[in-house]
Protein backbone atom coordinates (compact mmCIF):
# COMPACT_ATOMS: atom_id res chain seq x y z
CA UNK A 1 0.00 0.00 0.00
CA UNK A 2 1.51 3.19 -0.87
CA UNK A 3 1.58 6.11 1.17
CA UNK A 4 2.63 9.93 0.40
CA UNK A 5 3.29 12.55 2.68
CA UNK A 6 2.26 15.80 1.53
CA UNK A 7 4.37 18.74 2.54
CA UNK A 8 3.94 22.36 2.71
CA UNK A 9 6.27 25.16 3.58
CA UNK A 10 6.51 24.73 7.28
CA UNK A 11 5.13 21.16 7.84
CA UNK A 12 7.13 19.45 10.75
CA UNK A 13 5.49 16.54 11.19
CA UNK A 14 6.12 14.64 7.79
CA UNK A 15 9.28 12.97 8.81
CA UNK A 16 7.42 11.27 12.02
CA UNK A 17 4.95 9.81 9.98
CA UNK A 18 6.72 8.51 7.12
CA UNK A 19 9.05 6.86 9.47
CA UNK A 20 5.90 4.79 10.80
CA UNK A 21 4.47 3.68 7.43
CA UNK A 22 8.13 3.51 6.15
CA UNK A 23 9.88 1.95 8.82
CA UNK A 24 7.62 0.79 11.07
CA UNK A 25 5.11 -0.77 8.86
CA UNK A 26 7.27 -1.41 5.84
CA UNK A 27 4.89 0.29 3.37
CA UNK A 28 6.11 2.36 0.28
CA UNK A 29 6.09 5.69 1.45
CA UNK A 30 7.41 9.04 -0.89
CA UNK A 31 6.93 13.20 0.30
CA UNK A 32 4.74 15.29 -2.12
CA UNK A 33 6.29 18.24 -2.03
CA UNK A 34 3.10 20.33 -2.16
CA UNK A 35 3.56 21.70 -5.71
CA UNK A 36 2.83 18.32 -6.96
CA UNK A 37 -0.28 18.19 -9.06
CA UNK A 38 0.05 14.00 -10.06
CA UNK A 39 -0.56 12.00 -6.96
CA UNK A 40 -2.43 8.91 -9.00
CA UNK A 41 0.33 6.72 -7.73
CA UNK A 42 -0.85 6.60 -3.82
CA UNK A 43 -3.13 4.47 -1.79
CA UNK A 44 -3.15 6.74 1.10
CA UNK A 45 -2.56 10.53 1.64
CA UNK A 46 -1.54 11.77 5.03
CA UNK A 47 -1.73 15.30 6.16
CA UNK A 48 0.68 15.83 8.62
CA UNK A 49 1.33 18.08 11.45
CA UNK A 50 3.28 21.25 11.84
CA UNK A 51 3.00 25.34 10.80
CA UNK A 52 2.15 25.23 7.10
CA UNK A 53 2.87 28.81 5.64
CA UNK A 54 3.79 29.96 9.50
CA UNK A 55 0.07 29.40 10.20
CA UNK A 56 -0.47 33.40 8.61
CA UNK A 57 -4.17 34.26 8.55
CA UNK A 58 -5.75 31.05 9.98
CA UNK A 59 -3.71 27.71 10.37
CA UNK A 60 -4.51 25.75 7.29
CA UNK A 61 -5.86 28.24 5.54
CA UNK A 62 -3.04 28.61 3.02
CA UNK A 63 -2.17 25.78 2.62
CA UNK A 64 -5.49 24.66 1.24
CA UNK A 65 -4.70 26.59 -1.87
CA UNK A 66 -1.56 25.01 -2.79
CA UNK A 67 -1.37 23.02 -6.11
CA UNK A 68 -1.72 19.81 -4.29
CA UNK A 69 -4.78 19.80 -2.82
CA UNK A 70 -6.84 20.19 -6.19
CA UNK A 71 -5.69 16.61 -6.35
CA UNK A 72 -6.28 15.67 -2.63
CA UNK A 73 -10.13 16.89 -3.42
CA UNK A 74 -10.18 14.20 -5.75
CA UNK A 75 -8.55 11.35 -4.68
CA UNK A 76 -10.66 11.50 -1.68
CA UNK A 77 -13.79 12.07 -3.90
CA UNK A 78 -13.16 8.93 -5.87
CA UNK A 79 -13.51 7.06 -1.82
CA UNK A 80 -9.78 6.52 -1.75
CA UNK A 81 -8.16 7.40 1.86
CA UNK A 82 -6.60 10.35 3.38
CA UNK A 83 -6.20 11.46 6.99
CA UNK A 84 -5.23 14.99 7.93
CA UNK A 85 -3.28 15.22 11.37
CA UNK A 86 -2.93 18.19 13.67
CA UNK A 87 -2.78 20.54 11.14
CA UNK A 88 -3.40 18.34 8.29
CA UNK A 89 -6.93 18.34 10.26
CA UNK A 90 -6.91 21.82 9.91
CA UNK A 91 -6.23 21.89 6.50
CA UNK A 92 -8.74 19.70 5.78
CA UNK A 93 -11.50 21.36 7.15
CA UNK A 94 -10.25 24.36 5.37
CA UNK A 95 -10.53 22.62 1.82
CA UNK A 96 -14.39 21.23 2.87
CA UNK A 97 -13.62 18.01 3.12
CA UNK A 98 -14.52 17.66 6.18
CA UNK A 99 -16.88 20.02 8.39
CA UNK A 100 -16.76 22.72 10.99
CA UNK A 101 -13.52 24.79 11.58
CA UNK A 102 -10.45 24.36 14.51
CA UNK A 103 -10.09 27.63 16.29
CA UNK A 104 -8.34 28.64 18.86
CA UNK A 105 -7.52 27.10 21.99
CA UNK A 106 -10.11 27.98 24.96
CA UNK A 107 -7.47 29.22 26.86
CA UNK A 108 -5.54 31.38 23.81
CA UNK A 109 -2.21 28.96 24.93
CA UNK A 110 -0.59 26.28 22.46
CA UNK A 111 -0.93 23.09 24.16
CA UNK A 112 1.76 20.15 24.59
CA UNK A 113 0.68 17.60 26.28
CA UNK A 114 -0.96 13.74 26.09
CA UNK A 115 -4.71 13.20 26.25
CA UNK A 116 -6.92 10.50 26.83
CA UNK A 117 -9.22 9.85 23.33
CA UNK A 118 -12.14 7.84 23.50
CA UNK A 119 -12.31 5.31 19.81
CA UNK A 120 -16.01 6.70 19.28
CA UNK A 121 -16.02 3.67 16.38
CA UNK A 122 -13.99 0.94 15.68
CA UNK A 123 -16.50 -0.12 12.32
CA UNK A 124 -13.85 2.50 10.08
CA UNK A 125 -10.83 0.90 8.18
CA UNK A 126 -9.13 3.42 10.21
CA UNK A 127 -10.18 2.19 13.93
CA UNK A 128 -10.82 -1.68 12.95
CA UNK A 129 -7.58 -2.48 15.68
CA UNK A 130 -9.44 -0.81 18.32
CA UNK A 131 -12.29 -1.59 20.13
CA UNK A 132 -15.88 1.17 20.28
CA UNK A 133 -15.37 2.85 23.82
CA UNK A 134 -11.55 1.98 23.75
CA UNK A 135 -9.79 5.19 26.04
CA UNK A 136 -6.42 5.21 24.50
CA UNK A 137 -3.58 7.94 24.96
CA UNK A 138 -2.53 10.54 22.22
CA UNK A 139 0.39 13.35 22.64
CA UNK A 140 -1.46 16.75 21.51
CA UNK A 141 0.12 19.92 19.92
CA UNK A 142 -1.88 22.67 18.84
CA UNK A 143 -2.73 26.29 19.36
CA UNK A 144 -5.99 25.87 17.27
CA UNK A 145 -7.46 22.81 18.17
CA UNK A 146 -10.82 23.81 19.78
CA UNK A 147 -13.35 22.02 16.91
CA UNK A 148 -16.33 24.65 16.45
CA UNK A 149 -19.31 24.03 13.98
CA UNK A 150 -22.91 25.84 14.01
CA UNK A 151 -25.52 24.25 15.49
CA UNK A 152 -27.00 22.70 12.69
CA UNK A 153 -23.45 21.03 11.11
CA UNK A 154 -22.87 19.94 14.85
CA UNK A 155 -25.77 17.91 15.06
CA UNK A 156 -25.61 16.36 11.24
CA UNK A 157 -22.01 14.98 12.69
CA UNK A 158 -22.98 13.82 15.58
CA UNK A 159 -26.26 11.98 13.72
CA UNK A 160 -24.27 10.54 10.96
CA UNK A 161 -22.16 9.15 13.56
CA UNK A 162 -18.94 11.09 11.94
CA UNK A 163 -17.38 11.58 15.44
CA UNK A 164 -14.01 9.06 15.54
CA UNK A 165 -12.40 10.22 18.65
CA UNK A 166 -13.58 12.38 21.49
CA UNK A 167 -11.56 13.50 24.41
CA UNK A 168 -11.87 11.29 27.47
CA UNK A 169 -12.07 13.03 31.34
CA UNK A 170 -10.81 16.99 30.63
CA UNK A 171 -11.38 18.30 27.57
CA UNK A 172 -8.01 20.70 26.66
CA UNK A 173 -9.00 23.01 24.32
CA UNK A 174 -12.81 23.79 24.53
CA UNK A 175 -14.12 21.17 21.47
CA UNK A 176 -17.39 21.32 21.04
CA UNK A 177 -18.67 17.86 22.24
CA UNK A 178 -15.38 17.04 23.18
CA UNK A 179 -14.95 16.48 19.52
CA UNK A 180 -11.13 14.83 18.85
CA UNK A 181 -11.37 13.55 15.49
CA UNK A 182 -14.00 13.25 12.69
CA UNK A 183 -14.53 11.38 9.03
CA UNK A 184 -16.80 12.44 6.18
CA UNK A 185 -20.02 10.99 5.65
CA UNK A 186 -18.42 7.64 3.83
CA UNK A 187 -15.09 7.20 6.16
CA UNK A 188 -12.21 7.49 4.29
CA UNK A 189 -11.17 11.21 5.15
CA UNK A 190 -10.14 11.40 8.48
CA UNK A 191 -9.26 13.91 10.83
CA UNK A 192 -7.57 14.11 13.88
CA UNK A 193 -5.88 16.83 16.23
CA UNK A 194 -3.77 14.15 17.97
CA UNK A 195 -0.81 12.78 16.82
CA UNK A 196 -1.21 9.13 16.91
CA UNK A 197 2.60 8.91 14.79
CA UNK A 198 3.87 10.36 17.67
CA UNK A 199 2.57 7.12 19.72
CA UNK A 200 3.52 4.61 17.18
CA UNK A 201 7.20 3.49 17.95
CA UNK A 202 7.14 1.35 21.39
CA UNK A 203 10.08 2.52 22.16
CA UNK A 204 8.65 6.12 22.91
CA UNK A 205 6.71 4.53 25.68
CA UNK A 206 2.95 4.49 23.78
CA UNK A 207 2.05 2.77 20.46
CA UNK A 208 -1.96 3.60 20.91
CA UNK A 209 -1.45 5.62 17.47
CA UNK A 210 0.00 2.60 15.47
CA UNK A 211 -3.13 0.84 15.46
CA UNK A 212 -4.56 3.60 13.70
CA UNK A 213 -2.36 2.52 10.50
CA UNK A 214 -1.98 -1.12 11.25
CA UNK A 215 -5.67 -1.23 10.87
CA UNK A 216 -5.78 0.94 8.09
CA UNK A 217 -3.22 -1.33 6.26
CA UNK A 218 -5.42 -4.77 6.68
CA UNK A 219 -8.23 -3.33 5.74
CA UNK A 220 -6.63 -2.12 2.21
CA UNK A 221 -4.69 -6.02 2.01
CA UNK A 222 -8.09 -7.39 2.96
CA UNK A 223 -9.86 -5.70 -0.34
CA UNK A 224 -7.37 -6.59 -2.89
N1 LIG B 1 1.24 20.17 15.61
C1 LIG B 1 0.50 20.81 14.76
O1 LIG B 1 0.22 20.33 13.66
C2 LIG B 1 0.07 22.19 15.12
C3 LIG B 1 -0.96 22.76 14.19
C4 LIG B 1 -1.05 24.25 14.22
N2 LIG B 1 0.20 24.84 13.90
C5 LIG B 1 -1.54 24.69 15.58
O2 LIG B 1 -0.79 25.20 16.36
O3 LIG B 1 -2.68 24.52 15.89
Given at each position: ?????????????????????????????R??????????????????????????????????????????????Q???????????F????E?????????????????????????????L???????????????????????????A???????????????????????????????????????????????????????D???????????????A
Amino acid sequence: MKFGVVVFPGSNCDRDVAYVTRDLLGQPTRMVWHQETDIADLDVVIIPGGFSYGDYLRCGAIARFSPVMQQVVEHAQKGKFVIGICNGFQVLTEAGLLPGVLTKNRDLHFICDRALVKVERSDLPWTQDYTTGEVITLPIAHGEGQFYADAATLAEIEGNGQVVFRYEGENPNGSLNNIAGICDRQGNVLGMMPHPERASDAMLGNSDGLRLFQGLLEKVAALA
